[in-house]
């Protein structure tokens, strides 16, 4: 449908925290619809070659943090550069938005409230009891939810967006994908807000 964007994320990711508050206003805006898609960002990054952070040229890690440094200042958003639990786990919070999204609850919350204890609160979201207290918070059942994130239906939509994401050549998060055109990163927003325009959407 032209007017949904399939939001490619990864909860770990803090480029995907940049952009989430953002996606979420430029949909209000539109009246564009969101489709989450978490997805597996270590598998795809491994089909592509892509290293992960602590495995990237130092040049590349110490650009990384400019560039976060940046974009902190530039959007007034508070980050943490370098995180207690970074890398982390990220399965069961993906779980989670999938199942947010299949049970028609708007997953904006959880998932942000995911990302912003990775990046500001520095919490461990692969901790379940951790994952409980951020679902209460967003008024989501933690144990009803966390008990459907386990079952091998999610387990098989999970795989799903990660087998989608590698198919339409999506090789990091945030990626979105809006009539067949695809989007890289939290500094591609004003040109998908262009292509949305572009559409009359």
């Not at 919070?93 to 999204?101: F, M, P, T």
């Not at 904006?108 to 379940?128: G, L, P, Q, R, T």
């Not at 951790?130 to 999610?154: M, N, P, V, W, Y």
């Amino acid at each position: 449908m032209a007017n949904t964007v399939d939001y490619y994320i990864a909860t770990s990711s803090p480029w995907t925290y940049l952009a989430t508050p953002r996606i979420k206003a430029l949909a209000e805006k539109h009246n564009l619809i969101i489709s989450w898609k978490p997805f597996n960002i270590m598998k795809v990054f491994a089909k592509n070659g892509t290293a992960i952070v602590k495995d990237r040229p130092k040049p590349v890690q110490i650009n990384r943090l400019n560039e976060l440094k940046r974009w902190r200042k530039h959007l007034n958003i508070p980050l943490t550069l370098e995180p207690k639990y970074f890398p982390v786990d990220i399965t069961m919070s993906q779980k989670i938005i999938i199942c947010c999204q299949n049970n028609n609850i708007d997953p904006y919350d959880i998932a942000f409230s995911f990302m912003k204890s990775v990046w500001v609160d520095e919490k461990d979201i692969s901790n379940e009891n951790t994952i409980k207290e951020l679902c209460r918070d967003c008024h989501i059942d933690g144990d009803s939810i966390i008990k459907q994130a386990f079952k091998s239906t999610i387990n098989d939509q999970y795989i799903k967006n990660t087998e989608d994401a590698i198919k339409n050549n999506v090789w990091g998060a945030p990626t979105f994908i809006l009539d067949k055109e695809l989007f890289w990163g939290q500094d591609r927003l004003d040109f998908l807000e262009r292509k949305i325009q572009s559409l009359n959407l």
